[in-house]
C-alpha cells in the first residue's frame, strides 16, 4: 500500500487555555468529549512549572523546558543594567524586546515557526495575552495574529485584510475560530496550524470553579473546537492528511489566599526595600521565582530557610534543585517556591485549593475564583487528545506525557527533524 505523502500532511494544534481534564465530560463539552472518542487520549498529560500560560507557549512551541528556551514564567527578572534585577511582565507586548536587549535573544532555541519556515510554514492565532502569543514565534519566522498586532515573516505588520483583530473573550474566541477554520485551514493551507483560545481559563479567572460562568466558558471553547474539527474533516475529505491535536497548557483550582511574599522577604530583613533591585519575586500565580543579584549572594541560604518556615509556602527549590523541575539556576534565577494547597471542594464541588503568591503590580486573582501557576494536581493536569496522525482511535494513553512532547508529534508527523528538543514524540498506540 502506498505510504502517504508528506508533502500533504499538516497538523493542526488548539489549545482550550485553562481546561482542567477533570472537565472533559459529555455535558460541559460535548464537541471535545466526542472527539476524544474517536481519538488517542492522553490521561496523565502534565504542565510545566510554573502552570502558567506564557513560559507553557514557549515549551509548547520549542519542545523543550523552560531551562532550555530561557523564557521563565509569566513574570522574570532580567539584569536592571545595573548590578541586580527587575521583574518583568511576560504578558506586555514589549517584553519579547526586553528580552532581547537584556540577552541578545528571545527564546534560546528554535520554535516550530522557525523549523516550518521553510516547509510550509505556520500560521498562530491566539487569544490570551500579547506575551503567550508571540512567544510561539518572537522572531517572526510565521505568521502571528492577536489582538495587539499581528505580523508576518520578517516582522511585517498584517492588516485588517490579512488578520482579524478580535475581542479578548468568548465572541472573540468563536470568532478568531471562524477565521482560523475558514481562512487559515480551509484557504491558506499552512503546514501548522496554532488556535489558542482564551477560553476557558478567562471564565475560571472571573468566578467560582464549576459556576455556570466556568460552564458557559467551557461551552465556548467547545463550539470552537468543534468549526475546528469540521474543517479538519473537509480537508481530510479532499485527501489531506492531517494530525489534529486538541489540549490545553494547565488548569485552575480555587485560590484561598494571596500572599505579597517580597513584602515578608523585607519585613524579615531580607530583601533591602519594596523597590530595592537586591533580591526580586517574580510572582508566578501558585509559585514564585526569586532572583539574586550577585552582591546578595549571601543571603540565599537564609531566604531559603525563611521561605520554607512559611506556612503559605509547600516547597522551596533552590540551585540544582530546579533542574527536576524543567528549570535551571541561571539569570539570576536562585530559588523558587511553590505555595500552599489542599485538595479540598470549592462550594461547587470542585476540588483543588491554592495560595497565590501576588505584588502590587500582580495583585492575582480574587479569593473564590480560580487561578494556577504552582504544583496542585489539577492545575498541573491539562488534557490532550491526539486524532489522526497515527493515533489509534478510540484509545488511552495512561502514561505520563508533557507539554514538551507536543512540538516533536507535529515534526514526527510532518516527516522533519526533531533533534535537539527535550520532549519526545507522542506513543500513538
Ligand atoms: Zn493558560
Redesign the pocket.
Known sequence: MERHDPARRRAVLV?C??HRDDFLRPETCPAIHALAGRSRRFLAHRAIFPS??RA??ASIATGCWPARHGLHGNTMGLPDGGDGYRVHDVGDPAFVAALRAAKGRTLAVPTLAERLADHGGAVIASN?SPG?AYFQDPDHFGHVVHRAGSYGPGGRPLGPDEAPAVAHDGTGDEALAAWFADEVLLHRRPRLGVLWLANP?LAMHADELGSPTHLAGIAAADRCVARVEAAVEALRAEGEDVLLLVG???GQETVIGRVAVADRLVEAGLKESADSTDVVVAPQGGSGFVYVAPRAAGRIAAIAAFLDAQPYIAEVFRGSALLPLGQAPEGGLALAFAMARDEAPNPFGVPGRIVLCVSDDKPGKAEGAGS?GGLGRFERHPFLIGNGGGFAPGTVETGTTRLVDIAPTILRFLGLPRGGMDGLALPQS
Open positions: 489549545i487555555d485553562g502558567a500560560t507553557s507557549s490570551v503567550a481559563d490545553s497548557d494547565h494556577h
